[in-house]
């Protein structure tokens, strides 16, 4: 990709986003949209719909950027909990590792690459016109001094992200620590679920559940409840699952993390999700039922990930326009026009990529529903893991070796020429992937704050379809759909930190931009639908992690085929250091996020015993996970027809 066509996708996406922005300034004060653009704050009563005109409500103003600015940490913990404090700490800890990354690479690395002499056939002379190979580090000459200063920058920015990852590991770690110790008791921490319930013939479940946990956990079991399921009949089964309830925290801690039986796939349990974090249809399944749901969903991930490497090729192809041309040679005139050539090969593949991309999330939500996990939230996570996962081998290594190593095969038959096809061949995909961030980050930042699908939904529902208007929900924010491609971009602005770091002030943007749009848009539109107090973190660890030893790794390779064998050899302990640093964070911060330590528990626990109403909470803690099965009926039609109870709770 040449200059111009970088800066035609730049301009296409500033553009979209000045639109967006405008348009969001506008919209968000139109007394009609205040349920689309302020749920939150409707469901909440602090926000009305008002009939007073005001020639202002037409003018754009950036009054919500100062708001989502000055809103602290603190008031954001306490309107919209813990994750949403940790989801925005993922770009405060990459907005400053990038920013250091983006001084070193645009100020230092960037200047020596364009100065090399390695792309001869380069013409420098027309900026607009030149390949961004040119800001390369392949643009370099072999051997030179200069790339011991890329040395140096692999150690220099190792060291700030380790440093920086250290902090924010101790920080939300600290955050998680004093959460727990800021709730009031919830239904959740006196609680476990059990699972591979043995049936007996001689006892009911709940008369198993109650034997077993009276004879094993005496001095801290309370009661329990009985999960039952409906089938398509609307027969209530006994389904071999319950949620058992202690008398305290550190009670149900120790009997949830305990094998129970000789058996490992009886009494199975496990900490119970939140109430409202309950997923139900999971719980009629057995251990084995399980196992072959989860053989089955690794199968079809895989299914995908190779089907997905169709429009991947495709969109490659769209990327060199030399190869285009001659796959199409009846396109050659149009193809020739300038304008049209760069918004083909800068801003067409990524936004094809893009449309094809925003079917896996709810693709891997659908799998991971599908794996037994009986917690929305944890379905969540898993979610959020495969689609990272995805992204991570679709988008950055699918698209390295469709661009490079398979469309230049032919050079491997000739050993002698793999060093130097690699040495710009994989750096000179950095082009594809600045396109990317502006389209895939940028672009996709703005147009989340319009809202453009729920817009019209409720336009229509208001002035059309009044009968049809979708009922009031206020949304939640998909974890699986925007963690991911947050993190992914900071895997590439590490992997092509050396490489290619004109990338970098891109990706520096879109953090920028992402911090102020997603704290507006927790503060006026998502709400929490689950709770997991920081959980969602490893996560973010691991993939940091991931990011700098894949950055080592190519760093190794490209010094060597560089002809400086001495840097490649001095770089080999980078990757084992960082390893012996995750294994630290892993034994020191990690088993914190996992579960609470003991010390927490019982301190907790202790301070229950000064608080008067902690009689009432356990005499309602047996109602907290009410089955709908055992819901009451409710008739609309009939307001004389009783409702009762299908069956009691310990049924």
């Known amino acids: 990709m040449i200059v111009s066509a970088l800066l035609t996708a730049v301009g296409i996406n500033l553009g979209l986003c000045f639109l967006f922005f405008t348009l969001y300034s506008i919209l968000r004060k139109q007394p009609g949209n205040i349920k689309v653009y302020a749920p939150r704050l409707v469901a909440v009563r602090k926000s009305q719909e008002s009939s007073h005109f005001d020639i202002e409500r037409l003018l754009p103003s950036p009054s919500w950027v100062r708001r989502a600015w000055i809103t602290s940490e603190e008031e954001l913990l306490a309107s919209c909990g813990l994750d949403a404090v940790v989801f925005m700490r993922v770009f405060i800890f990459s ?40 800001f390369s580090i392949s643009n370099i000459d072999d051997g030179s001094p200069r790339l011991w200063v890329h040395f140096c920058a692999a150690y220099v920015i190792t060291g700030v992200v380790c440093y920086l ?54 001095s801290t079991y309370l009661s329990h409840v009985v999960v039952h399921h409906s089938n398509k009949l ?31 796939i ?19 399944a057995s251990f084995l039922e399980r196992w072959i749901f989860k053989m089955v969903v690794v199968i079809a991930t895989i299914i995908l990930t190779i089907v997905f490497l169709i429009p991947v090729v495709f969109v490659q192809g769209l990327t060199n326009m030399d190869q285009l041309q001659i796959l199409l040679p ?12 760069q918004v083909v090969t800068g801003y067409l593949p990524s936004l094809i990529l893009q449309l094809f991309l925003s079917f896996v999330p709810p693709t891997m939500m659908l799998f991971a529903s599908m794996q037994g996990y009986v917690s929305h939230s944890e379905i969540e996570k898993s979610a959020c893991v495969k689609v990272l996962w995805f992204t991570i081998w679709n988008i950055f290594f699918a698209n390295v070796l469709s661009g490079s190593a398979f469309s230049q095969a032919e050079l491997f038959l000739e050993p002698k ?13 950095a082009s594809f992937f600045i396109a990317y961030v502006v389209t895939s980050g940028w672009t996709s930042l703005s147009s989340e704050l319009t809202r453009i699908l729920p817009l019209l939904s409720d336009f229509m529902g208001q002035y059309c379809f009044k009968c049809i208007r979708p009922k009031f929900e206020v949304p939640s924010i998909p974890y699986h759909t925007h963690l991911p491609i947050v993190l992914f971009f900071g895997l590439l602005g590490l992997t092509y930190f050396l490489l290619a770091p004109l990338i970098l002030p891109f990706i ?9 749009i997603y704290r507006n848009q927790f503060l006026n539109l998502y709400s929490a639908k689950f709770e997991t107090a920081a959980k969602f973190w490893p996560i973010v660890h691991y993939s940091t992690i991931f990011s700098l030893i894949l950055m080592h790794a190519i760093a190794i390779g490209i010094f060597s085929l560089k002809k400086l064998p001495l840097a490649s050899s001095l770089t080999l302990p980078l990757p084992f250091l960082t390893l012996l640093f995750n294994d630290y964070c892993r034994k020191r911060f990690l088993p914190t996020f996992e579960a609470y330590p003991t010390e927490c528990l019982v301190k907790r626990d202790q301070q229950d015993q000064n608080d008067p109403t902690i009689g009432d909470f356990f005499n309602k803690l047996v109602t907290a996970y009410r089955d709908p099965a055992v819901e009451p009926v409710k008739y609309s039609n009939d307001k004389d027809e009783p409702s009762t109870p299908l069956l009691s709770e310990h049924v």
């Open 95 to 134: 907005f400053r590792v990038f920013s250091v990354a983006a001084f070193v690479g645009v100020f230092i690395l960037l200047p020596l690459n364009y100065v090399g002499n390695q792309l001869k056939d380069t013409d420098f002379s027309d900026i607009p016109h030149k390949s961004l190979d040119v």
């Open 165 to 218: 990852l250290y902090y924010e590991n101790e920080y939300i770690s600290a955050k998680r620590i004093a959460y727990i110790y800021s709730l009031k008791p919830q239904p959740h921490q006196f609680t476990i679920l059990v699972r591979g319930i043995p049936s007996s013939a001689d006892s009911s479940i709940s008369e198993s559940v109650e034997r077993f946990f009276t004879d094993y956990h005496s």
């Open 234 to 264: 609307l027969h209530l089964i006994e389904v071999p699952a319950a949620f058992v309830f202690f008398k305290s925290r550190y009670g149900a801690a120790i009997a949830s993390r305990m094998q129970q039986s000789i058996n490992p």
């Open 266 to 284: 009886e009494w199975i349990t496990e900490e119970a999700p939140e109430p409202q974090d309950v997923y139900w249809p999971f719980f009629s």
């Open 330 to 341: 009846f396109m050659k005139p149009i193809l020739n026009i300038t304008i049209v050539s």
């Open 417 to 429: 020429n793999v060093p130097s096809m690699l040495a710009v061949a994989v750096p000179q995909q």
């Open 508 to 516: 520096l943007i879109y953090y920028s931009l992402g911090y102020i």
